[in-house]
């Protein structure tokens, strides 16, 4: 228990996915305009993430992994596949949203099919086969990851909501300024370090 506390802590602040190892920048500079919708992608990635982390885990450890099928040597297919099952999920979420909440649907745009090319949700369950994580502490990581990334886009939604009715130097408006507050960002997070 110890460790799997350890490992969602470590993930989800420490080792960001966003301000740490600058994977899912597209959704993150993006969606980041106001904070309900980028509370609504956060929740579509985290749901994303937790299912792929444990579809993936079972596809790897049941077929890809076992040495009983063709001697281990599957392995190799792993990006392939986890693309395949990353993007059904995506086209789940997408499908839901458009039937359920077609405000958020609309308010996503293009970002949410973005979610299958996010580097992010197939950086998890890469991660969690080079890690040899079982599917419990894959899953663990999974939502921790996608939590992290939640905790990091909704923070940013926040402060551009407060910065544009602020008066920005000309020059820094727009991208410069989001830049700037994403490098503050992960400045700050850098802080996490001493958690673990």
Not at 35 to 46: E, F, I, R
Not at 52 to 74: C, D, H, Q, R, W
Not at 101 to 125: D, H, W
Not at 174 to 182: D, E, F, H, Q, S
Request: one cysteine or more.
């Amino acid at each position: 228990m110890q460790e799997l506390l350890l490992i969602a802590v470590g993930t989800a602040f420490v080792n960001n996915v966003v301000l740490s190892q600058f994977l899912g920048i597209c959704p993150f500079l993006g969606v980041s305009k106001n904070v309900k919708t980028a509370a609504g992608m956060g929740g579509a990635v985290v749901f994303v993430i937790t299912i792929a982390s444990f579809v993936t885990g079972v596809i790897y450890k049941f077929i890809l992994g076992n040495p009983n099928i063709m001697g281990g040597e599957l392995e190799y297919l792993n990006t392939i596949v986890f693309i395949l099952v990353i993007a059904a999920l995506v086209q789940f979420v997408e499908m839901f949203l458009k039937k359920s909440m077609q405000s958020l649907y609309n308010a996503l745009g293009v970002y949410l099919p973005l979610i299958t090319t996010n580097c992010a949700v197939l950086g998890v369950a890469l991660t969690n086969v080079e890690n040899g994580y079982g599917l419990l502490t894959g899953v663990v990581n999974g939502f921790a990851t996608a939590f992290g990334f939640l905790v990091s886009i909704v923070l940013m939604a926040g402060i551009r909501e407060k910065t544009e009715h602020n008066d920005v130097p000309e020059s820094f408006k727009g991208t410069p300024i989001v830049l700037v507050t994403a490098g503050l960002m992960a400045i700050a997070f850098f802080g996490f370090s001493g958690l673990i």
